[in-house]
């Protein structure tokens, strides 16, 4: 059974939330701020985390940096803010995903369905993928990315874009491609934010993310992976 954290300082939201989750058979773990949810984190394995920006102890998005600095856990934030940037902003931080509120509980419970599954996927590839010298190294057993011997946090999306370039090197995929061979046929976020996806990705495994050497733009297409395979 998958353990769901819910970070919402609304108890009717929790509730609600909460009720789905168990229907579909997950265990649902519920934090009322952002204290309660780190203790929780620190504490209790969890498979993903619910996460409301509006909360009243700390915000939304300090508490996506302080799980990112030391984990992958996949996060679907909520929150009233509904335009483009701000959902940039969010992934940018690291989120999988972003939902706007007011939601729909059933809508909620099939994002985490998709995101646990995709997460979930057991690779029948290679074990392990080594680029430049062993400068870059995709561990697909253990879904770990090392970066000249030290690991690299990435989301489950970031190491799911990864994977699929880094398998097909020297091959350009449009931003349609990516979103469906790595983050699935149900993903509802807009192009754009495969960009943003990118320029993470990008930050956490270049050398120079302003001169990429490994995923690069091929203009007018998408992008391509051009590490040469070791």
Same mark, same amino acid.
């Given at each position: 059974m998958k353990n769901i954290l819910i970070v919402?300082?609304?108890k009717k939201i929790r509730d609600v939330v909460s009720s789905y989750l168990e229907?579909?058979? #997950?265990?649902p773990i519920e934090a009322e701020n952002g204290s309660k949810a780190i203790e929780i984190l620190s504490n *209790?394995?969890?498979? !993903? &985390?619910? !996460?409301? !920006?509006?909360?009243? @102890?700390? *915000?939304?998005e300090e508490i996506c940096k302080r799980i990112r600095r030391g984990s992958a856990i996949p996060i679907i934030m909520l929150?009233?803010?509904? *335009?483009? @940037?701000d959902r940039i902003q969010g992934l940018s931080l690291g989120a999988d995903d972003y939902v706007v509120k007011p939601f729909s509980p059933r809508e909620l419970v099939a994002r985490v369905k998709a995101i646990i599954r995709r997460t979930s996927e057991d690779t029948l590839l290679a074990d392990r993928i080594e680029f430049d010298n062993g400068y870059l $190294?995709?561990?697909? !057993?253990?879904?770990? &990315? #090392?970066v000249k011997d030290k690991i690299v946090s990435l989301t489950p999306n970031e190491y799911k874009m990864l994977l699929v370039l880094a398998r097909h090197p020297e091959r350009p995929f449009k931003r349609e491609e990516l979103i469906e061979k790595a983050l699935g046929f149900d993903y509802e976020g807009e192009e754009r934010t495969i960009d943003q996806h990118i320029k993470n990705l990008r930050q956490k495994i270049e050398p120079d993310p302003k001169q990429p050497q490994f995923i690069v733009? $091929?203009?007018? &297409?998408? #992008?391509r992976f051009a590490g040469g395979e070791k």
């Open positions: 919402e300082d609304e229907k579909e058979g #997950y265990n *209790s394995p969890i498979d !993903l &985390v619910i !996460l409301d !920006l509006m909360l009243p @102890d700390t *915000s939304g929150t009233a803010k509904a *335009s483009e @940037d $190294v995709i561990d697909t !057993l253990q879904h770990e &990315v #090392y733009t $091929v203009f007018g &297409v998408g #992008y």
